[in-house]
């Protein structure tokens, strides 16, 4: 299959290559192709009008008619025979009941004022001239804090106000956020003298609460119950006004130096060649959509909305489940969405999560189950149908409502999925929703079935403006890609080379901090975490590398596919992306396509403890999603108050116009190449541990500890030596000691990126776990400035981690040039190849011996860069005495394992 392109007429064998000319050709007719393709994927739907909804708007004091419901629910396993008659669906009824109201709405959400802005459409539209682009967003003159302090009573003269004092709300606050459950509290404040003594203006739970319900105002709106009737039974839905959400994180003080009003275009080079992707601001679609506005309303602000959801189970044992759904805005940067504790994402509604069991037909339970979801949405997002014509925009990541295994995005059906590339156009919007008119008629089924979507009576995005949904669906690191492509390559893999080898070379892989060794093998383990299956990726390539196959085949191409697609995995992480990594992600697949052979949401997850496992924890477990929304609400005043009285306290400390309470944090492009700082302990772990216990072959195993510390001395001191000067002088070198402080651990750190890396080198009988030595990459070459090339830098395995006793730095180094701190007896290995192994792009190394012994040096620990782990060379099937803690002793030769984490990928890969 070849592609040809329409400007220049050139074809192109792969559809990367192709992407990649459109990309960068100074052809004006290629440019026009590369316009076109690009439009027909980002440019947004925009009817005019929404279309007339076919949902009864609801009264608080008329009982409904009976309304159908429509949509996808309990997973994607449904097929065609599924959906035999629409006309049988079962009529369900949602009853709106006043248990719980609405808040008012909140009036002091920011505004911005563009109405005079005069934007050129002639280029496409760009942001207002005015716009500092380095801004995020405009900074109000008054803090929200200020219209919030006058809600709270005796805030003006009591900062800690409804509570009496500090400590008064610090013990509300550590029992709200940190403290155990209701009734323990209880029994703490009974205990005679506790209250008393703290000066505690409560004293019980129920009094507590009641201080937090009554005189702690919310800016989060409230929940509202519904009763969803079904076959005669009847299940709760609590939502909250998705509008006032929305007004909630808008008007969020602690939001306002974040927000984005206009998309921005970022770029990682001076002539503007490399575009930056990242936050949803710089992406195509806000740049589409906001060209599309500006006709009609120049200098609108659009707000993305999304939406997402994922089931999860709240108990170990009693399979009780919860169905959260949860909303952010795109205004905000994804690094305050992703981030539970800024308070990015709102709960906006638990689904009900019955599995209907009293409807006996098994087509008939799930045509209702698929029914009951896009109805309890639809209902969720009613709002947004006329907010999108005035002043909103919706893009959700939700059901499409596609048939069983499809494709959501194109119209690729399931058994074409492993194609590449696709030839499908992608799902036509305009057809399926002049399909959707013909329900209630006899041609509407065989319709649906002919456009390949299941049919569904209204599903709830059918009203909302500029939203394609099938255009809408995010991609999902943890379920798409490790918990579902990783799962199936592991099991192609499996299938190829056999269980019981898999296994055997998983047992036998050397250990290292970061990686998880699977002491029964891989292939045998039920239930699979998605962490589980990232630590799998971590190693999945050295399983392969030289494996046989049946048939004596070669493994050649297998080992180029699992690089493939673990290059697009790790590609797909990156935490900005560029017009290069995007080429990058398409040729991979494209390498993957060519040597396969005949064999596919993390912070949502983080969400589910926040909003679903800790609110059911502390209910009683009876009627528990009464209180689990309840107690939610109390968290979201206590976290807002915390916020509010940090405000407070830097005004009166400032006597200044504070407008938020926590300082902005200025976003930087992520550093992935960003070098680690070693960080050790102020102490060593072992005072001192004798020479003899060093060089044993049962403890750490340094055997040539105390010449290679005599060479070190003698190459410190005197570095323009040769070896062999060297090697002489170091024989006239007696050590006044015979004993050397030893740390057993060097971590690696970084401010920058937030995160650590350790290596470990732990002594026999130190710890409780066997003694471990770790590899590592040392800077060999141009060592006063971060390494290069790979070939800078050079394997070894750490012994002994140790600093030099006092009565050596005085006897033989100069107190003007005293030696490091910190050294290190390391075991090297060779040096890397200019170029790495052809078909799994890994480079090889071996341990470095001269005349039967091993080379060693003692090394400052600042030249280590980073921790190594190898991957054997196993050379056909793994040899039975070969065990995890001694496959570096016995095996000969290595590749250098560049999945180990993102941060060496990217520097080493």
């Not at 033989?812 to 290190?824: C, E, I, S, V």
Request: charged share 20%; with cysteine.
């Amino acid at each position: 299959m070849s592609f040809r392109c329409a400007g220049c007429h050139t074809h192109f064998s792969l559809r990367g290559s192709y992407l990649q000319h459109l990309r960068k050709s100074s052809n004006v007719h290629c440019q026009r192709e590369h316009k076109r393709l690009d439009n027909s994927m980002h440019c947004p739907i925009r009817r005019d009008a929404p279309r007339p909804s076919h949902h009864s708007t609801l009264t608080p004091d008329v009982t409904p008619d009976p309304q159908p419901f429509s949509g996808d629910y309990f997973g994607n396993d449904y097929g065609e025979e599924d959906f035999p008659d629409v006309n049988d669906d079962r009529p369900v009824h949602i009853d709106v009941h006043h248990d719980m109201n609405v808040a008012e709405q909140d009036d002091n959400a920011p505004e911005t004022d563009n109405e005079d802005t005069e934007v050129d459409l002639s280029m496409g539209w760009e942001p207002p001239r005015n716009l500092e682009r380095n801004v995020r967003s405009p900074t109000p003159e008054i803090s929200e804090y200020t219209h919030y302090s006058v809600d709270v009573e005796g805030s003006a003269k009591n900062p800690w106000a409804p509570f009496n004092s500090q400590i008064d709300w610090e013990v509300a606050q550590w029992a709200k956020l940190r403290g155990p459950g209701s009734t323990a509290f209880t029994d703490l404040l009974m205990i005679e003298g506790v209250c008393g003594a703290l000066g505690l203006s409560y004293k019980n739970s129920v009094e507590l609460n009641k201080i937090i319900d009554t005189k702690i105002p919310s800016r989060r709106p409230r929940f509202v119950h519904h009763e969803a009737c079904v076959a005669g039974e009847t299940y709760d839905l609590f939502s909250r006004d998705i509008l006032e959400c929305v007004r909630a994180l808008y008007g969020d003080p602690e939001h306002a130096q974040y927000l984005s009003f206009a998309p921005e275009r970022h770029y990682a080079d001076a002539d503007k060649t490399q575009c930056l992707y990242h936050d949803l601001c710089t992406g195509e679609w806000w740049w589409a959509t906001q060209d599309v506005l500006e006709q009609s309303k120049p200098g609108a602000t659009i707000i993305p909305i999304i939406i997402s959801s994922d089931k999860t189970q709240i108990t170990l044992f009693r399979n009780k489940t919860a169905y959260p759904v949860y909303l952010t805005i795109g205004n905000l940067p994804k690094s305050i969405r992703r981030k539970p504790s800024r308070r990015g994402q709102i709960l906006l509604a638990y689904l009900p999560t019955t599995r209907l069991t009293q409807i006996t037909n098994k087509a008939s339970r799930r045509r209702t189950l698929a029914n009951l979801f896009h109805a309890c949405m639809s209902r969720i997002v009613e709002p947004l149908k006329s907010a999108g014509v005035d002043s909103m925009v919706l893009m959700s990541g939700d059901v499409t409502g596609t048939m069983n295994r499809d494709c959501p995005v194109c119209t690729c059906p399931h058994n074409e999925l492993g194609k590449h590339p696709s030839q499908h156009e992608l799902h036509d919007l305009d057809a399926i929703l002049d399909t959707l008119e013909l329900l209630g008629s006899p041609l509407y089924t065989q319709a649906c079935h002919d456009l390949r979507i299941k049919p569904l009576q209204h599903p709830f995005w059918e009203d909302l403006p500029y939203l394609n949904i099938f255009q809408s669906i995010t991609p999902d690191i943890l379920h798409q890609l490790y918990q579902g492509v990783m799962k199936h390559m592991i099991g192609w893999v499996t299938e190829i080379v056999g269980a019981a080898e898999i296994d055997a070379r998983v047992r036998r892989l050397p250990p290292n901090h970061s990686m998880r060794i699977f002491q029964k093998g891989i292939t045998t383990l039920s239930h699979v975490s998605g962490v589980e299956h990232k630590q799998m990726s971590r190693f999945l390539l050295g399983l392969v590398v030289d494996v046989r196959l049946p048939g004596n085949a070669s493994p050649a191409r297998l080992v180029r596919a699992t690089r493939s697609l673990l290059d697009f995995l790790y590609l797909a992480q990156f935490p900005v992306h560029s017009n290069s990594s995007i080429d990058a992600l398409e040729t991979t697949l494209d390498e993957f396509h060519a040597n396969k052979d005949n064999f596919n949401t993390e912070a949502t997850e983080r969400l589910h403890i926040d909003f679903a496992k800790d609110a059911y924890a502390a209910t009683n477990h009876k009627d528990e999603f009464w209180q689990m929304t309840k107690w939610l609400k109390r968290k979201e005043k206590v976290l807002q108050h915390a916020n509010f009285i940090m405000w407070r306290r830097n005004l009166i400390a400032t006597n200044s116009n504070i407008i938020v309470a926590c300082p902005a944090e200025h976003w930087q492009p992520p550093d992935l190449a960003s070098l680690f700082h070693i960080k050790m302990t102020r102490h060593p772990s072992r005072k001192l541990v004798p020479f003899q216990e060093i060089t044993s072959a049962s403890s750490f195993r340094a055997i040539h500890f105390v010449p290679a510390l005599a060479r070190f001395i003698v190459q410190y001191n005197h570095p323009t030596l040769s070896f062999q000067q060297i090697e002489d002088r170091a024989t006239n070198i007696h050590l006044p000691c015979d004993s050397v402080p030893v740390f057993h651990r060097i971590k690696f750190w970084n401010n920058e990126i937030h995160a650590t890396e350790t290596l470990d080198s732990n002594g026999e009988g130190c710890v409780v776990k066997a003694a471990r030595f770790d590899t590592c990459l040392i800077q060999v070459r141009n060592v006063d400035m971060p390494p290069a090339s790979i070939q800078d830098l050079r394997v070894a395995q750490v012994r002994v981690v140790f600093s030099l006793p006092q009565t050596v730095v005085k006897r033989y180094f100069n107190p003007q040039n005293p030696p490091p701190q910190h050294l290190a007896y390391v075991e090297w290995f060779s040096a890397f190849s200019p170029l790495p192994d052809t078909h799994s792009g890994l480079y090889k190394v071996r341990r470095l011996v001269r005349d039967g012994e091993r080379q060693v040096s003692i090394v400052p620990v600042s030249l280590i860069s980073r921790s190594a782990h190898l991957l054997p060379k196993w050379g056909g099937a793994v040899p039975a005495e070969w065990t995890s803690l001694e496959v570096l002793d016995t095996c000969a030769t290595f590749f250098l394992n560049v999945f180990k984490d993102m941060y060496t990928y990217f520097n080493v890969g």
